[in-house]
């Protein structure tokens, strides 16, 4: 896939560009708990400054259903922002689209930002509204997409604005789709380490690039749902219903590997029990050290790995040992023989534990969006 790109000033020079962000932070009571998301875009933005641009930004926050919600405004995004890049270069306005806008805009200095309130407050974000849409577009000469996450999703502000500006995509875009397309033509062996808890959104993940891997690792809850499919006891461990189903479908994959012990609780202990020793009262929380030692020796041996979703619960200091492993390990073998990717907001917090997330060749920004390009699927935000 090749992208359009603003590399060229020629392109952006005394621009008024709609620039797409993926903001959506984590936080707690508007305060930025991780601001990696807002680092990332931070190249395209100053590249756009520094040749006079008039940037109008916008990202969504959470999932407020296409109706303002206090909590959920981008105001305190707005100002870390400004504080990052100096002060003075960015106002917030409460508003989406309308009259407050339309002005703001008009009378938007070269080198200057407005922040947008929140995109997911108004129905038609989600919608994929083209009337929304232009309103986004009318005030602005071109558009660029920096906001990967959503580019899975055919929402008014990565799919339906494009009928209405000319469309690039930002430098952080061009990196996931480089960095991912070494996934999907991979240096050989391909490992693919999967956890989480439903098998759902990572189906197709298996399904597209199972011709090119050597292994499919499985862990944390989506493991249990294979040994539910086998008939194997779980005790009160968590399974998905539709997810032993599609584990039922895939059972005959030789590719596939499964946990051989794990770690469970049993009266507030963590103990270690082989797969086929899981007491009814037990609840697994984490991969054991005997399958530790048997996804190393697999990762180890790959030219590339992809990893996405947490291998027990690692929130909890005795249920992390297997994620932290495993994520040391991967990270320990990038920028060297092994080419590694790793995605999804879980997967990454989890990843910061090992304190050796820089080693990682790629960090995916987008989750989902990055299981929906692996996996093949339709990406409107790229069209």
Same mark, same amino acid.
């Given at each position: ?70 909590? =959920?405004?981008? @105001?305190? +995004? !707005? ?6 890049? %100096?002060?003075?270069?960015? #106002?917030? /306005? ?122 499919? =690792?499985?862990? @944390?809850? +989506? !493991? ?6 086998? %008939?194997?006891?779980?005790? #009160?461990? /968590? ?136 996996? %093949? ?7």
């Amino acid at each position: 896939m090749k992208l359009k790109s603003i590399i060229d000033p020629k392109i952006v020079k005394g621009k008024t560009v709609f620039l797409r962000v993926d903001f959506n932070v984590p936080r707690a009571k508007n305060k930025i708990e991780d601001e990696t998301k807002i680092l990332a875009a931070l190249p395209t933005i100053r590249f756009l400054l520094r040749y006079r641009c008039r940037i109008i930004l916008a990202t969504h926050l959470g999932e407020p259903g296409g109706k303002k919600v206090t909590a =959920l405004s981008c @105001g305190f +995004l !707005a100002r870390r922002l400004n504080r990052i890049l %100096g002060g003075n270069r960015v #106002k917030f /306005l409460p508003e989406v689209i309308g009259a407050k806008v339309d002005a703001a805009a008009k009378a938007l200095m070269p080198g200057k930002i407005i922040f947008l309130e929140n995109l997911r407050f108004d129905p038609g974000e989600i919608k994929n509204d083209g009337k929304f849409a232009r309103s986004l577009a009318k005030n602005a000469d071109l558009y660029v997409n920096e906001a990967f996450s959503v580019c899975h999703r055919a929402h008014a502000s990565v799919s339906a604005i494009r009928r209405y500006l000319p469309a690039y995509a930002g430098f952080l875009l061009e990196k996931e789709i480089f960095n991912l397309n070494k996934v999907r033509y991979p240096v050989k062996p391909l490992v693919i380490l999967i956890g989480g808890a439903k098998i759902g959104t990572k189906i197709n993940l298996i399904k597209n690039l199972q011709s090119k891997a050597a292994k499919i =690792l499985i862990g @944390g809850a +989506l !493991a249990n749902n294979f040994f539910k499919a086998m %008939g194997i006891g779980i005790g #009160k461990s /968590l399974v998905d219903p539709e997810s032993v189903k599609i584990a039922k479908k895939l059972l005959g994959n030789r590719k596939i590997i499964l946990p051989i012990d794990v770690v469970v609780d049993r009266k507030n202990e963590a103990i270690v029990r082989l797969i086929d020793e899981i007491g009814g009262q037990e609840t697994v929380y984490d991969i054991g050290p005997r399958t530790i030692m048997l996804y190393s020796s697999i990762i180890k041996k790959a030219g590339t790995i992809v990893w996405n979703g947490p291998l027990g619960a690692f929130e909890q200091r005795h249920f992390r040992c297997g994620t932290v492993a495993l994520g040391q390990l991967i990270a320990a073998r990038s920028r060297g023989k092994t080419f590694g990717v790793v995605g999804g907001g879980e997967t990454l917090a989890a990843l910061k534990m090992t304190k050796m997330e820089n080693y990682v060749d790629w960090i995916s920004t987008g989750g989902g969006a990055m299981l929906a390009y692996l996996g %093949g699927e339709k990406m409107p935000g790229l069209k």
